[in-house]
């Protein structure tokens, strides 16, 4: 699958791509801005900012960082209600879905359910891991949470399950009552939470509860999309202790840097300052949400999809590359979809920003529609 995501077009397949964009398109980064990639719009919490000047100035960037992350995983595990042996912080989650993978071709064919994140390919073929796509309608309602789509026994079956919730790209929320019968008939389930802190209400149908009871499950978050701090490098796994005791002998050294340590430790540890962080965020993902997907529905040839996260899926009646790339010389990026296996041309998906940030948005496909 790997081949299918260097494009003809030259346009990178995936979002995030800040800097090379920059330089193709021959515009300062202070001119863009990048809707291709799904962070929260604000600055990172004071008491996040405030650790890591501390931790520049302090001991964090001259030591070498805790191979355990034992502080980091107390306060992941306090914020949960878990024990500390259940939680393994990462350099992001993409490393976590590397070890996950490695468990995962262990244990058989591996079931991907897409369109879905291509970074879930990318692992499994460290592994020369094998997997079967199960393909998801693309027509969906508006309503949270929804059950899961596909049979919990499918004719050919697979013995793991990767999901997404909410789905990565479509924003559909899935229902933990629909997705634990899932655990009976899968040797493993990797479930992805990265983005479930930042919806509304979304953290009731996580899957973090079950994993005491359920040893074949592992629930991956990121922290770099709750407090935009995708250049730091940051995510954790909740899993058995066992599973994560192997992982810990399979990675690195030292897999987490010490100022993100120190950032996740401190933000993480204000449990006041994290619910008010959770409200704000989950507040203007359901505002501007809805607002910026209402502002969609008026503009000719396009088709804002229904989304319960801070991006949504726009369908156009024909290709969408040449728009995407005239809205791009603008210095507004939008994510090309081709990367998701079951999208063509004819998708787009944009990670929500401030009213500002989607007010530009608008204006730059309203002029290139004209």
């Known amino acids: 699958m790997l081949p299918a995501l260097i ?9 995030g791509n800040f800097s090379q964009e920059a330089l193709r398109l021959g515009l300062k980064s202070s001119q863009i801005l990048d809707a291709s990639a799904s962070l929260v719009p604000f600055r990172p919490p004071r008491v996040l900012r405030r650790a890591l000047k501390q931790g520049i100035s302090g001991s964090a960037l001259r030591n070498y960082p805790d191979r355990e992350q034992q502080e980091l995983r107390q306060v992941i595990a306090s914020w949960h209600g878990l024990e500390p042996e259940a939680v393994l ?19 058989g064919l591996s079931g991907l359910p897409e369109p879905g994140f291509a970074d879930y390919r990318r692992a499994l073929a460290c592994w020369d891991g094998a997997a079967r796509s199960l393909p998801l309608s693309l027509s969906w309602p508006r309503t949270w949470p929804q059950p899961w789509p596909l049979p919990a026994e499918p004719a050919q079956p697979c ?27 899968n040797a493993l389930v990797i479930c992805d ?25 592992v629930v991956i978050r990121s922290l770099t999309k709750l407090f935009a701090i995708a250049g730091l490098r940051l995510g954790y796994a909740v899993a058995s202790s066992e599973r994560l005791k192997r992982w810990q002998r399979w990675r690195d050294p030292w897999p987490v840097n010490g100022l993100a340590l120190a950032a996740g430790r401190s933000v993480m540890a204000d449990s006041f300052g994290m619910d008010r962080w959770l409200q704000r965020v989950q507040a203007w993902v359901s505002q501007e949400g809805n607002w910026f997907h209402r502002q969609l529905t008026h503009l000719p040839g396009l088709t804002p999809m229904p989304s319960s996260a801070n991006y949504l899926l726009l369908r156009g009646n024909d290709s969408l ?48 529609l004209r």
């Open 321 to 368: 590359l040449a728009l995407r790339e005239r809205v791009a010389r603008r210095g507004v990026l939008l994510r090309d979809c081709r990367s998701f296996e079951g999208l063509g041309d004819n998708w787009l998906r944009i990670g929500l920003q401030n009213r500002r940030g989607n007010l530009r948005i608008l204006r730059a496909l309203k002029q290139e």
């Open 7 to 15: 494009l003809s077009s030259g346009l990178p397949p995936h979002g």
């Open 159 to 185: 013995q793991v399950l990767w999901i997404t919730n909410p789905h990565n790209p479509t924003g559909q929320l899935w229902s933990r009552a629909s997705l634990e019968p899932l655990l009976q008939h």
């Open 193 to 217: 939470e990265a983005f479930l802190p930042l919806v509304p209400s979304g953290e009731s149908q996580s899957l973090i509860p079950l994993v005491e009871s359920h040893p074949n499950l």
């Open 89 to 107: 912080p990462g350099n992001g989650a993409a490393e976590l879905f590397t070890w996950a993978a490695r468990d995962a071709v262990g244990c």
